[in-house]
C-alpha cells in the first residue's frame, strides 16, 4: 500500500520568512513522481512543484524548492521568501500508475499561515 | 478553456435523500476522478474513470456510484446520502496515464448532510 504522511497540521511565519513543509512517503513502486499542491481559502487545487523519483537533482519553482531524499523517502518543500499570497493548506501527493490509471495519494495536508 | 466545472457550488441535504453532482472538462483529458476532502485527512478517491466507457473503484466507494456520460463529464451520485458524506468533493481530470501529468481539479462541491 502506498501512503503519504504530513507531521505538521499547521504552521506560522512571519512574511519574507523560510518555512520548511515536511512530506515522508511510503511505495515498492520504482516509477512515481512527487506533487506538492497548494489549496488557498478559494479551494482551488493548484501545482506548485513536482519531482521524478528518478532525478537526484532538487526541483525549483522560484519561491518554491523541494529537498528530495529518496532513501529517506522524505519530500519537504522549502518556501523562501514567504509571501502573504502563500497562506494556503498544502497537500503532499504521490503519483502513481495503477490498473489502467494515474493515480494519486496525498497526505493529510498543512495549513500554513503568513503573519504581516 | 473553462477547465474543469463542478455543479453545484454548495448544497445541502436531508438524510435519505438523493442527489447527483456534476463534472465537466473541456480539456480532451481521458481520465477523470471524483475525491472527496474531510479535515485531517487530505483527499480520498472515491472513483475514478480511466477512460470513456470504464469506471473503477477507488478508496472510499461505499454510498456512491458513478457515471461517465461520454469523455467530457463524469457525475457523481448519493443514492440516500448520509451524514457521513458531509464533504467537500472535488472532481479532476487528466490527460494520460504518465505519473508525471498533472491532475487538474474542478472548483469543488461543498455538501452538508443534515
Known amino acids: 500500500a502506498q501512503t503519504v504522511t504530513q507531521s505538521q497540521p499547521e504552521m506560522s511565519v512571519q512574511e519574507a520568512e523560510t518555512v520548511t513543509l515536511s512530506c515522508t512517503y511510503d511505495t515498492s513502486e520504482n516509477n512515481y513522481y512527487l506533487f506538492w499542491y497548494k489549496q488557498p481559502p478559494s479551494r482551488q487545487m493548484i501545482l506548485v512543484i513536482r519531482?521524478?523519483?528518478?532525478?537526484?537533482q532538487n526541483a525549483t519553482e522560484n519561491r518554491f524548492s523541494v529537498n528530495f531524499q529518496k532513501a529517506a523517502k522524505s519530500f519537504s518543500l522549502k518556501i523562501s521568501d514567504s509571501q502573504l499570497g502563500d497562506t494556503a493548506m498544502y497537500f503532499c501527493?504521490?503519483?502513481?500508475?495503477?490498473?489502467?490509471?494515474?493515480?494519486?495519494?496525498f497526505g493529510q495536508g498543512t495549513r500554513l499561515t503568513i503573519n504581516p | 478553456n473553462a477547465g474543469v466545472t463542478q455543479t453545484p457550488k454548495f448544497q445541502v441535504l436531508k438524510t435519505g435523500q438523493s442527489m447527483t453532482l456534476q463534472c465537466a472538462q473541456d480539456m480532451n483529458h481521458n481520465s477523470m476522478y471524483w475525491y472527496r476532502q474531510d479535515p485531517g485527512m487530505g483527499l480520498r478517491l472515491i472513483y475514478y474513470?480511466?477512460?470513456?466507457?470504464?469506471?473503477d473503484k477507488g478508496e472510499v466507494p461505499n454510498g456512491y456510484n458513478v457515471s461517465r456520460l461520454n469523455k467530457r463529464e463524469f457525475s457523481l451520485r448519493l443514492e440516500s446520502a448520509a451524514p457521513s458524506q458531509t464533504s467537500v468533493y472535488f472532481c479532476?481530470?487528466?490527460?494520460?496515464?504518465?505519473?508525471?501529468?498533472?491532475?487538474?481539479f474542478g472548483p469543488g462541491t461543498r455538501l452538508t448532510v443534515l
Open positions: 501527493a504521490l503519483t502513481l500508475y495503477f490498473q489502467g490509471a494515474q493515480k494519486l495519494v
Open positions: 479532476a481530470s487528466v490527460r494520460g496515464t504518465g505519473v508525471y501529468n498533472e491532475q487538474f
Open positions: 474513470s480511466a477512460s470513456e466507457g470504464t469506471t
Open positions: 519531482q521524478e523519483a528518478y532525478k537526484q
